[in-house]
Structure formats: C-alpha cells, structure tokens
C-alpha cells in the first residue's frame, strides 16, 4: 500500500491549506488514518486522526482550527488547516492503520510553510 499526500505550500498566517493523501495498492482494508508533522529539529508529532468510523483526534495545538476528514470509498484522508500560524510550519506526513499483511503505511511527506 502506498500513501500520496498532496496540498502542502506556502501561505500568510492566517491563511489556509488543505492536504489530501491518497491510499492505493493491494488494501484489504484500512483502520484509522491520520496526520503527523516535524519541524526541524523536532520530533515527529500526531496532529490529528480518524477513525474508519469517523472518530477524531486531534493535538491541542491544532484543536479548533485543523478538521480531518476522510473518504473511504476514495482510500483517501483530508486536513483541513484554518488559521495558520508560523509555528504549524513542519513536513506533514500521512499516515495509515492497515489491515492485512502490510500493518502501517506513510505518506512521502509536504512541506508546510506559513510566515509571519
């Protein structure tokens, strides 16, 4: 299974992005998926997840302003980035729960930069 995520650039604070990631290959079926970031000199963090259910979760930094969303028909999960502020600049990594013989995948990562 492999991830392709889409939607990262630049923008003001303030501003907004959205990223898309897109599963495909041999899915038997596909558990939670979510977004994780690293900003230089930072370990990688969750920002947020959803469940095949549509449970989500989010970091309290992001809380109230990001929405995931995913859609299953598509393999694909959505983030929905609103007010954004210089400290949210980092590489966004998708991410996925996998079932079948292939237990987790990731995405190739984009780049997320908001200047002040």
């Known amino acids: 299974v492999q991830l392709q995520a889409s939607g990262g650039g630049l923008v003001q604070a303030g501003g907004s992005l959205r990223l898309s990631c897109a599963a495909s290959g041999s899915i038997f079926g596909i558990n939670a998926m979510g977004w994780y970031r690293q900003a230089p000199g930072k370990q990688r963090e969750l920002v947020a997840s959803?469940?095949?259910?549509?449970?989500?979760n989010y970091a309290d930094s992001v809380r109230g302003r990001f929405t995931v969303s995913r859609d299953n028909a598509k393999n694909t999960v959505y983030l929905q980035m609103n007010s954004l502020k210089p400290e949210d600049t980092a590489v966004y990594y998708c991410?996925?729960?996998?079932?079948?013989?292939?237990?987790?995948?990731w995405g190739q990562g984009t780049q997320v930069t908001v200047s002040s």
């Open positions: 959803i469940t095949s259910g549509g449970t989500t």
């Open positions: 991410n996925a729960h996998l079932k079948g013989p292939q237990t987790r995948a």
